[in-house]
């Protein structure tokens, strides 16, 4: 079992609290966990951005496959308050999202979580550097599913501006979910619509018995009564002992 010391419970339930006390647009936008010396001297910073809901082996080996394949000196790990199409989700509160991936990290040194309260990437963005002014480039991980979001018109009154922007300043690492290939990325840049942005996006490999798990696939098996333990680390396990999801 995942534990987490009581000062450090104590702590967090109070950073989450005055966040979610602020405006989405709010003038402070960050808030992050205290990090290792390798976060804090990282140059290359990457960040995993979702709701941990719970986090999964799967975040896991994205992390450190990103660590790997992107060379990158830091993985940040950062939950916003404001989380595109995923506003009416059952999840747990916030505060325990954040204790267990705090404990989480105590074992992953190349790592941080961070609280943030603007959801957009290139936000995010803005929240690293000021947070960590020696970062000098960034990349995203996400899975296959996001980037066929990002690269969607439907998500902006002008694409190609957004994504300009974006991919100006940020770099992308894919890794597959189920069936996804290599190939399927490749395809889906070499669309003219979405071509000139093919060279700011990589495929990240992940093995094939973690791309179907899911935050909400491990939901689904707490909510019939089916094992997690081979979904998700001990410290989201915690989270999920102590009642997170009892109303799930």
Not at 140 to 160: E, L, N, S, T, W
Not at 164 to 180: K, N, Q, T, Y
Not at 194 to 210: C, E, I, S, T
Request: charged share 20%; with cysteine.
């Amino acid at each position: 079992m995942g534990t987490v010391h009581t000062d450090a419970c104590t702590f967090l339930r109070i950073l989450a609290t005055l966040l979610m006390d602020l405006s989405p647009f709010g003038r402070c936008p960050w808030r992050a966990s205290s990090a290792h010396r390798h976060v804090r001297q990282a140059r290359h910073a990457g960040i995993l951005s979702g709701s941990f809901n719970p986090p999964t082996l799967a975040h896991e080996a994205l992390a450190t496959g990103a660590l790997q394949v992107g060379q990158l000196d830091a993985a940040i790990w950062t939950i916003s308050r404001v989380t595109v199409d995923k506003e009416t989700v059952t999840r747990a509160p916030l505060e325990d999202r954040l204790i267990a991936l705090t404990a989480l990290m105590e074992t992953r040194p190349h790592e941080a979580v961070a609280l943030v309260n603007r959801g957009l990437y290139v936000d995010q963005i803005d929240a690293i550097r000021a947070s960590l002014p020696q970062v000098t480039q960034i990349t995203f991980v996400i899975g296959f599913d996001k980037i066929v979001q990002i690269v969607d018109p439907h998500y902006y009154a002008d694409r190609d501006s957004a994504l300009d922007e974006l991919f100006s300043r940020a770099d992308i690492l894919v890794a597959p979910r189920d069936g996804d290939t290599a190939a399927d990325l490749t395809a889906l840049f070499a669309r003219p619509e979405n071509r000139r942005w093919a060279g700011y996006v990589r495929f990240l490999p992940l093995d094939p018995a973690l791309r179907a798990i899911s935050s909400s696939l491990v939901r689904q098996c707490i909510k019939r009564q089916q094992p997690i333990d081979d979904l998700v680390p001990p410290e989201a396990m915690a989270l999920v002992d102590a009642g997170a999801y009892a109303a799930s």
